[in-house]
């Protein structure tokens, strides 16, 4: 790339074709239950999440840097879509076929950036899913949180929808947010409790 | 506040009532021209502006508190509604009784906080309105940015509807970019040029 303004061209790319996250619907409501969420705004309300709930965060998190992957996670879903934590089961959310369409899209999207912007976001975004870091274990922790919290709000959401056990919000979310906010999940599983009985 | 939860039930009184701004509509549409933007995705997206253009900013700036001023820049919305650039002849974006119904929107939805986060998200945000620090100038910059890539993208959204000639263009938005990001404001103006002809 030698046009003078090739890195700004790549940057703008890359922004504008990140416009469509606002065009992907998640299976979760607003909290007024009015219409099903899109993952560009709830990308934004994990950003303030992680600013509001930072004092859940295990020593030496880096809020910084958690914002930033909470930035990123959804990106792959222009490519692939929101698949549903609790839709076919449980088990198309985490499936090989799943990972494998995101991990193309990741290569399609960040390509479109600088190289230097696709390696360091792309890092983040793999860290991300890979959910062994402080950090990604507490991103991961608010983006199990905040559908629970969407759920609770509007009347029971997708936990009535998909028909969901209290043991499957225990092993498909429970398990995910008490790895990263063990506090947090105490809490909020106690008022989950008038949906579920237990 | 003397509950063993109150702190969290503070936090997500919070949260749960920043939801609302996903419900809040701009004047400017998605890049595709599909629908209006609202200010949650919004916000987003200009998160995303500041990682991406991070390399415009002035020396000195802080990315990641420019992030944060972005996440809370429009939440006073949820109160006041969005107020466009373009409306009222360039006259009621910055009015004395937007900014002071803006001031109240504050104090209401960040008063919903334990004071310790109350505060700092509040001179965040004030510094944001201030424009002054370095951080708030790029943030700006990026706040004026991104709508004016969605006209672009989608054949002239607000400039169209609300009649706007280049010199209005050049000083609501470009001495306002131009301020924060000087290299990005001539990029951006000269794709301007096949809409206003100059």
């Known amino acids: 790339m030698t046009a003078p303004n090739a890195r700004l061209e790549a940057q703008f790319a890359f922004l504008n074709e990140?416009?469509?996250?606002?065009?992907v619907l998640r299976a979760t409501t607003l909290v007024d239950g009015s219409r099903r969420e899109n993952s560009g705004e709830h990308?934004?309300?994990?950003?303030l999440y992680a600013m509001t709930l930072a004092d859940q965060s295990a020593p030496g998190v880096d809020i910084a840097r958690v914002i930033k992957m909470l930035i990123l996670h959804d990106l792959v879903e222009i490519d692939v879509g929101d698949v549903p934590i609790h839709s076919a089961q449980g088990k198309?959310?985490?499936?090989?076929?799943?990972?494998?369409?995101?991990?193309?899209?990741?290569?399609?999207?960040?390509?479109?950036?600088?190289?230097d912007l696709a390696q360091s976001f792309r890092a983040l975004w793999e860290e991300f899913e890979a959910a062994e870091t402080p950090d990604a274990l507490f991103a991961k922790s608010l983006d199990r949180?905040?559908?629970v919290?969407?759920?609770?709000?509007?009347?029971?959401?997708?936990w009535t929808r998909y028909n969901v056990t209290s043991d499957q919000l225990d092993s498909r979310v429970g398990a995910?947010?008490?790895?990263g906010a063990p506090a947090l999940w105490t809490y909020i599983r106690a008022k989950t409790r008038r949906f579920f009985g237990n």
Request: charged share 15%; glycine share 8%.
């Open 18 to 23: 990140a416009d469509r996250l606002k065009s």
């Open 145 to 147: 949180v905040q559908p």
């Open 176 to 179: 995910k947010i008490a790895k």
């Open 92 to 115: 198309a959310h985490a499936s090989a076929e799943t990972q494998a369409a995101e991990q193309a899209a990741a290569t399609r999207l960040f390509g479109l950036l600088p190289p």
């Open 149 to 158: 919290m969407a759920n609770l709000m509007s009347g029971g959401g997708t």
């Open 43 to 47: 990308s934004w309300h994990l950003t």
